[in-house]
């Protein structure tokens, strides 16, 4: 496993940013511009009915894609699997085998099928949790003593699972603070990183001073991304992202909490 991606790399200030992409060309761009890990994305099982009529994204990597990639790229490359199953061993052994460091489960609806998940990889590789269901958010302090490596807030299928209709609800209603909050000695990721300059309707630069007030670790390159990336230099891109977030890093307990203050009162009225 490359160290960048150890808990260890994982807790200094850097922001961890990860990319889901199947072309080798553009993970070789990623790499070269600063992205931590590639992300191949396996998860089709119940996806379709659960997001029917939502504007999601269902991909269909497949080991092929795991293989290519690890043909060209040196930074982790991560595989999100199915829900947890009777296919997830073969899963894991198989993302394993085609070269993948890291492996993420999502969906998990209770406490025993991250253990479950954490127990099969073993130390065989890196292990991500998305916590995305409302079941998963309330049994939280159950996740404490498993060794997972990182997890990650699924904002929109845990909208879902809530039949909310805002995907930023979770932020605003204290479900977010409650899980860092609960996982404080954790590294723990949320929302989703673009180009400084872009996000809707919530400013990405916005969302960022926020990312920074919950001591967040790790975010994915959203949609938006691959969008608002066409054109610039990538490189440039991933830098101004990185010093934008040192910044947010170095501000005073007083300006986090006026900015705080602040995102609150401009943007809960979004929904």
Request: proline share 3%.
């Amino acid at each position: 496993m490359e160290a960048d991606c150890t808990p260890e790399k994982m807790n200094d200030p850097r922001l961890r940013l990860s990319f889901f992409t199947t072309d080798p060309d553009r993970a070789e761009i990623a790499e070269n511009a600063g992205v931590d890990c590639i992300i191949v994305d396996w998860e089709k099982k119940g996806k379709g009915e659960r997001q029917h009529g939502y504007n999601t994204e269902i991909n269909t990597d497949t080991v092929g894609d795991v293989a290519r990639l690890e043909s060209k790229i040196e930074i982790p490359i991560v595989v999100r699997v199915n829900p947890m199953g009777t296919e997830t061993a073969r899963e894991i052994q198989r993302a394993i085998d085609y070269g993948a460091s890291g492996l993420m489960l999502p969906m998990a609806r209770e406490v025993e099928e991250v253990r479950q998940f954490v127990d099969m990889v073993g130390n065989a590789a890196l292990t991500i949790v998305q916590i995305e269901t409302q079941s998963l958010v309330e049994n939280c302090e159950g996740l404490r003593e498993i060794p997972w490596d990182a997890a990650y807030i699924g904002l929109n299928d845990l909208m879902i699972s809530r039949d909310g209709s805002w995907i930023w609800e979770a932020l605003f209603d204290g479900t977010v603070d409650f899980i860092f909050d609960c996982l404080s000695d954790r590294v723990v990721g949320f929302a989703g990183a673009t180009v400084i300059g872009g996000g809707a309707p919530i400013p990405f630069t916005e969302l960022l001073r926020e990312m920074g007030r919950l001591g967040c670790q790790m975010t994915f390159l959203r949609r938006t991304f691959r969008r608002e990336i066409q054109g610039r230099d990538m490189v440039s891109e991933i830098n101004a992202i990185r010093t934008a977030w040192r910044a947010t890093c170095r501000r005073s307990d007083e300006a986090v909490q006026r900015d705080h203050t602040r995102f609150r009162e401009e943007f809960s009225r979004c929904s």
